[in-house]
């Protein structure tokens, strides 16, 4: 065999990409085998996640900051200009909530009285943490917020998160200095809640769309536009009476509802820490803490009530 | 000839490492708040622009390793299945590394439709993984607008690369 300079690459050559193949071939596998283990809800996948998640949130905090400020110098700037129109809305807002805090007075002592009688049992008073929110997205298939409290300061999976406005989501990832919260327009959030006016119980399920619908709703329920929705606490994950939103379009078969939640201004969010008797841990059974409140099978497009 | 010194080689590797420390950035920037209405939701695949920019321009800077790592960490960052991106970072990778050849001393906009066209099945695939695993069929709109967002931002962030590129990397 002529020793030629070139022999040895011509033969290294192809091993080498036949390699870089294989090693191709393997990380797609190796990244299947991560979905599928992922949907399979193991534990250590979890726990990967949760510390990964512990030492990147830090520098999206920092990344945050500047586009934040951004934000809101921008916002400065535009309620400027509606200093003035801004006040007299206030002031005429400030009287009527007045006459709302008189009835509200009213009817505090009015329950109190009525619940002396009664002998009843007042739900436990909920402790609350606030955090900050340093990211959002998710991209096209999924919403979610990461917050600035964790472990460390006393969350735990399912509680509830809450802006001034209302219900925003629900906690499924812990770590210790940070947590996610799958936003109630999540595909994967399902939620109880009742109609304030008819007090009919249904299930508000997240598409991924502004406007989440409301599933299993009893058959003779009477919901008008304009209705609102609360939290109902079945399941005993979230507290009953949160404000969630507002049904606002009612076509044939699906009832969407739009959120009271402000998701461009999100800035903070308190979460309520019920101790949340109804979440299955994943420590004890492996399933994903979502299921409790929503039905056992997500339901198909095509099983919405009408 | 002379042997690099340390400082020499040191240079070189940052240079070398740039582009997968670049991407690694973008995965980050990618879930960080802008508070523009409706962003969240269409977030530009940042990393599949770097992804194919490098691929095409410098592969050998591009260890399929590093872009694994990257889509689980990216996974990790915006709460999708784990290694979603990973396979679709991966496949983008793969297929601009084929058309290569085709892609590489052509000018821009040619690059610019080879995207496109590389980056539509590597969308309708994880759109399709995500219906799979979710038991469902998701609506196609997040998955357009997100395509759409990606491809039109292109020229903007590979305007950015072209000049790391340059006199960042070499």
Known sequence: ?306 | MMRPTAAQRLDLWIRQSTPMALTSVLAVLSVVTVGIPGYASVVPGYTAMATFYWAIFRPDLQPASALFLIGVLQDILTGTPLGMTAVSLLLLHALALSQRRALVTKPFLLTWLGFMVIQLPVSIMVWMMMSALQFRLIGPEPALFQYLVTVLGFPVVAWVFVRIHRYVVR
């Open chain 1, 1 to 306: 065999m002529a020793k030629r300079p070139g022999s040895f690459s011509s033969v290294a050559q192809p091993v080498r990409s036949l390699w870089s193949r294989f090693a191709f071939a393997t990380l797609i596998a190796a990244a299947f085998g991560l979905m599928l283990l992922g949907k399979a809800d193991v534990l250590l996948i979890e726990r990967a996640r949760m510390v990964v998640l512990d030492a990147l949130a830090p520098v999206i905090e920092v990344a945050s900051r500047p586009a934040e400020a951004v934000t809101d110098l921008m916002n400065n700037v535009r309620d400027l200009r509606y200093l003035r129109a801004e006040n007299a809305r206030l002031a005429v807002e400030n009287d009527r909530l007045e006459r709302w805090q008189h009835v509200a007075r009213r009817l505090e002592a009015e329950n109190r009285a009525l619940r002396a009688l009664t002998n009843f049992v007042p739900p436990k008073e909920v402790d609350f943490v606030s955090a900050r929110v340093i990211a959002d997205g998710g991209g096209a298939f999924v919403r979610s917020v990461m917050i600035t409290a964790g472990r460390r300061q006393g969350v735990s999976l399912g509680n509830a998160a809450v802006s001034g406005e209302g219900l925003v989501g629900g906690v499924v990832e812990v770590g210790e200095e940070y947590s996610r919260v799958l936003l109630i327009t999540d595909l994967n959030s399902q939620i109880p809640i009742v109609i304030e006016r008819t007090r009919d119980p249904a299930v508000l399920a997240g598409d991924n769309t502004r406007s989440p619908r409301i599933i299993y709703l009893p058959q003779n329920a009477q919901v008008v536009p304009g209705d609102r929705i609360v939290t109902s606490g079945h399941g005993g994950v979230f507290p009953p009476g949160l404000a969630v939103g507002m049904v606002t379009t009612i076509t044939d078969g699906s009832i969407r509802v739009t959120p009271f939640v402000d998701w461009e201004r999100l800035e903070y969010v308190r979460l309520l820490m019920t101790g949340a008797d109804g979440v299955v841990q994943p420590e004890s059974a492996n399933l994903p803490p979502f299921s409790v409140m929503g039905p056992e099978n997500t339901p198909r497009s095509g099983s919405v009530l009408p």
